[in-house]
C-alpha cells in the first residue's frame, strides 16, 4: 500500500481548503501546477488566486510547496539525522500592479511585516520594461518562511491561507486607494 509522503499530504490539504474558499465564493482559483521533475526527484505544488469580488485583477496570491530528493530521502529513511530534513519548503507570493513610487513599496513592506511578522524574509522585484513608459509596473512581492514545514505543522498551513486572505484584502484597500 501507498504510504502519502509529507509533500503529498500538504499538498492536499492546502489544496482542499483554498478550494473550499473558492466554493465558498471569498476567492477565485486562477491558476493550479502540480510538477514532478524526474530529472531532480522534486516536486513542486504552487496555487494562485485572488478575492472573488476583485474585478481590476491589479492583486492575486499564489502559494508554492516544494520538495526535493533530500527532503524525500529523508522521509523515506528515517534516520535520526535526516527527520529534521522530511518537510517541505513554503512559498507565499503577491503579484500587484501599481505605480512605481517608493513610498508605496515601503507601505508595503510595511503591511506585510505587520501580518506575517518581521522575522519572515520579505522581498519585493519590481518587472518592468525600461523603455517604455507604463503607469503601472509589475511588483512581484514574496514571503520566505526560513525554514522547512513539516508534516506536523499542517493545521499552520490552513491557518497561513486566512493570513493570506488578510494580506490580499489590506492590499487591495491599499492599492486602490493610490490610484
Not at 512581492?141 to 498551513?157: G, K, T
Amino acid at each position: 500500500m501507498f504510504d502519502p509522503t509529507a509533500f503529498d499530504n500538504m499538498k492536499i490539504v492546502v489544496e482542499g481548503a483554498i478550494y473550499d474558499r473558492d466554493l465558498d465564493g471569498e476567492l477565485l482559483v486562477t491558476s493550479r501546477n502540480d510538477v514532478l521533475n524526474l530529472a531532480t526527484l522534486s516536486r513542486t505544488f504552487d496555487m494562485s488566486f485572488s478575492l472573488r469580488h476583485q474585478n481590476s485583477k491589479r492583486i492575486c496570491a499564489k502559494i508554492t510547496i516544494e520538495a526535493g530528493l533530500q527532503n524525500l530521502a529523508a522521509e523515506l529513511l528515517k534516520t535520526e539525522d535526516s527527520l529534521k530534513l522530511a518537510g517541505c519548503v513554503v512559498t507565499i507570493e503577491f503579484h500587484l500592479k501599481h505605480r512605481y513610487k517608493e513610498a508605496i513599496f515601503l507601505e508595503i513592506q510595511e503591511a506585510l511585516e505587520g501580518i506575517w511578522g518581521a522575522d519572515r524574509k520579505i522581498e519585493q522585484m519590481v518587472h518592468m520594461n525600461p523603455f517604455k513608459r507604463e503607469e503601472r509596473i509589475d511588483n512581484i512581492v514574496s514571503v520566505q518562511f526560513n525554514r522547512l514545514i513539516l508534516e506536523e505543522q499542517v493545521d499552520d498551513l490552513i491557518e497561513m491561507i486566512d493570513y493570506l486572505i488578510l494580506s490580499l484584502k489590506e492590499l487591495e484597500q491599499y492599492i486602490n486607494n493610490k490610484k
